[in-house]
């Protein structure tokens, strides 16, 4: 009981510190691909048809409703243009619905071949943010008794006069593949650098976001990179790299792969100090993904909080019937 007592007051003091300060930081997905708008604008309508991904996330469960993330994307091939679009939707509840932020974005996407199998995709992402803050969940340090862990109602902060705010945003993400062999890419977020702060404070801005990913196909069957058929197994290495201010984070892992089954490892770094081992496996059958994720904390607080819990499900499928389409669909993992 203490140890719980403690765990949880370190949360409310570390979410108090956040909301005080109103510095802002994404939510984070550990499926980065299954999506993949989100990781990078310049993935819309990077597959063959059509493209609905749900997304689920649940971080901490041992502390009630500590981070709660949906999302849900839709993105389309423009064939005829060499384009694709899409659009976003994500909502992000932090203490129990304490603090609600609320994204909707479009998105645009370009496609050019550079060479035999070499192409480039450029993408471009406008966003609203909505964030809502709930004064009255809010339990900050000087309401909690150090000896016996009771809550007063009592507190010394001020609530700010604003506790509903709305901003754009603007983000652009490049993309470049090789066959189905590799592929790199580039995103960078909040290029307008929108202040989320409730307080007046304009020095309170959400900071740029960068992130770089990559990763080979390996095909185990053939012994060689990409062209992965029927019931081949594939392995598929990955690194991707995140820095938002002084927030940095470096992720390396890998798939197997055998159709309909995938299973992957990543390990997050945060360069401060171990972050999680995540565990995933996935079902793709026909036009269908589901794939589980496990977030196996190895931090103190991380792994005393149980880690967290994502789930995700994608469906692709074709508005009409074009024989002659050719799509240059992107191989990056399912999951």
Known sequence: MLKNRLIQFLFLLS????????????????????????????FAGATECARINLNYRNQWPSLTKAYITYSITYDQSLNSINSGFGIIAINDRQGDGALNTTLLGAIYAYNLQVSEGLFIRFG?????????????????ADQINPINGTISNITNQTPPENTNIGVADFSVGTVLTYNDQFFVGFTADHLTQPSLSFYDNNDDKLPLKYT?????????????????????????????YMRQQDFQQLNAGLYLNRNP?????WFRHNFENPDAVIILVGLSFKNIKFGYSYDMGVSRVGGEALGAHEVSFAWDFCIYNDKKRKIRAIKTPLF
């Open 124 to 140: 471009a992402q406008a966003v609203y943010y909505q964030q809502r803050l709930d004064w009255d969940k809010l339990i900050f």
């Open 261 to 265: 089954f995938v299973i992957g490892a």
């Open 15 to 42: 979410f108090s510190l956040l909301v005080s300060f109103a510095k802002a930081q994404d939510p984070q997905f550990s499926q980065f691909y299954a999506n993949p708008l989100y990781l990078n604008p310049a």
């Open 212 to 240: 770089a990913h990559g990763g080979v196909t390996i095909n185990l069957s053939r012994g060689m990179l990409g062209g992965v058929y029927g019931k081949d197994f594939s392995i598929q290495p990955q690194v991707l």
